[in-house]
């Protein structure tokens, strides 16, 4: 089996969460998003990046504005919509319980010899 593989599936898993936990709050362009999660060892490629967020704002999750740029062509700015918000909420209760489920099993086995 392929740990890499395994270890980028279970990245992709968790992207939306963490692209919407990111938005919260605050409006970023794609550059911005992806320097986030880079910063965070989350390494993202921009052709993972764009899709997601295609989906997210046909969704009705995102919304998204334009800005004139003084370093070059107008910005697509995205921010979460009030759907969005609430989505993003339950994704939180959602990770909360994951992770203390895993935590609850990975803590208590050791691995077989």
């Known amino acids: 089996m392929n740990i890499e593989n395994t270890k980028a599936q ?3 898993g968790i992207l939306e969460f963490c692209i ?7 409006d970023c362009y794609t550059s911005e998003i992806l320097d986030e999660l880079k910063q965070a060892k989350l390494l993202v490629v921009e052709g993972t990046i764009y899709p997601l967020l295609t ?3 046909n969704d009705d999750l ?6 004139e740029s003084n370093a070059g ?3 697509k700015y995205y921010r979460l919509t009030e ?3 609430e989505f993003l909420i339950e ?14 099993i990975t803590s208590n086995t050791q691995p077989h010899e």
């Open 55 to 57: 989906r997210l704002k």
């Open 73 to 75: 062509p107008p910005r």
């Open 20 to 26: 919407l936990s990111i938005l919260q709050g605050r």
């Open 83 to 85: 759907q969005g918000v």
């Open 62 to 67: 995102l919304s998204y504005r334009w800005e």
């Open 10 to 12: 279970m990245r992709k």
């Open 91 to 104: 994704l939180g209760k959602t990770w909360t319980e994951l992770a203390e489920a895993v935590e609850k």
